[in-house]
């Protein structure tokens, strides 16, 4: 779910952030961003574009078909990384370029973690519990993860609430053994 970050990553968000700011358009930046984020999610794609039989006009043209509309100042993020063979860095991109959007509009990401997929109505009642113990906008990103068993994972920021039955089972094993431990420990004394 999480992109892989890299401080070069941050430095470009922090620049397209200062740039949306400056020029008040945000709405294309962040469209100019998902298209990043889609066009070198995959290695291949990455590869493609900045191998010696991919030009500056078949980059321009591909991006065109990402997002249409894109514009010239967008474009040449684009542009930009790949003349720098740094295109691989948009995942990463994308990712601090959201944090920074969202921390803008007051808004926390959560990732849930369930062993089955959530319903909307569940989404949106631990999407309103969180709200209630941030005092932000909670945006729920849900996944299944079968290995859970059951209950939830829920991550905010570095912060992680485990309701999972996994959990809870690798808590009671915890537990008995540091009991097991404890008895051993009170029958050498005795």
């Given at each position: 779910?999480?992109a892989?970050r890299?401080?070069?990553g941050r430095?470009?968000?922090?620049?397209?952030?200062?740039?949306?700011?400056e020029h008040?358009?945000?709405?294309?930046?962040?469209n100019a961003?998902?298209g990043?984020d889609?066009?070198?999610s995959?290695?291949a794609y990455v590869d493609?574009?900045q191998?010696?039989?991919s030009?500056?006009?078949?980059l321009?043209?591909?991006v065109?078909?990402?997002?249409?509309?894109i514009?010239a100042l967008q474009l040449?993020l684009?542009r930009?990384?790949?003349?720098k063979?740094?295109?691989?860095l948009?995942?990463?991109?994308?990712?601090?370029?959201?944090?920074?959007?969202?921390?803008q509009?007051?808004?926390?990401r959560?990732e849930v973690?369930t062993?089955?997929e959530?319903?909307?109505e569940r989404?949106?009642?631990?999407?309103d519990?969180?709200?209630q113990?941030?005092?932000q906008?909670v945006?729920?990103e849900a996944?299944v993860?079968p290995?859970?068993l059951?209950?939830?994972e829920?991550?905010?920021?570095?912060?992680?609430?485990?309701?999972?039955t996994?959990?809870?089972?690798?808590?009671?094993r915890?537990q008995?053994?540091r009991?097991?431990?404890e008895?051993g420990a009170?029958?050498e004394?005795?």
């Amino acid at each position: 779910m999480a992109a892989p970050r890299d401080i070069a990553g941050r430095r470009y968000a922090l620049a397209v952030a200062d740039l949306a700011r400056e020029h008040g358009d945000a709405e294309q930046w962040h469209n100019a961003i998902d298209g990043l984020d889609v066009l070198t999610s995959t290695p291949a794609y990455v590869d493609a574009l900045q191998s010696e039989r991919s030009d500056d006009d078949r980059l321009q043209t591909v991006v065109r078909e990402i997002v249409p509309g894109i514009g010239a100042l967008q474009l040449n993020l684009f542009r930009l990384l790949r003349q720098k063979a740094r295109l691989a860095l948009g995942p990463s991109i994308a990712s601090y370029y959201r944090e920074l959007r969202d921390e803008q509009r007051g808004v926390v990401r959560a990732e849930v973690r369930t062993a089955v997929e959530l319903s909307d109505e569940r989404r949106q009642a631990i999407s309103d519990r969180l709200q209630q113990w941030t005092g932000q906008t909670v945006e729920v990103e849900a996944a299944v993860d079968p290995a859970l068993l059951g209950g939830a994972e829920i991550r905010v920021g570095d912060r992680l609430i485990d309701g999972s039955t996994r959990g809870r089972l690798r808590g009671l094993r915890e537990q008995l053994v540091r009991s097991a431990a404890e008895d051993g420990a009170a029958e050498e004394q005795a």
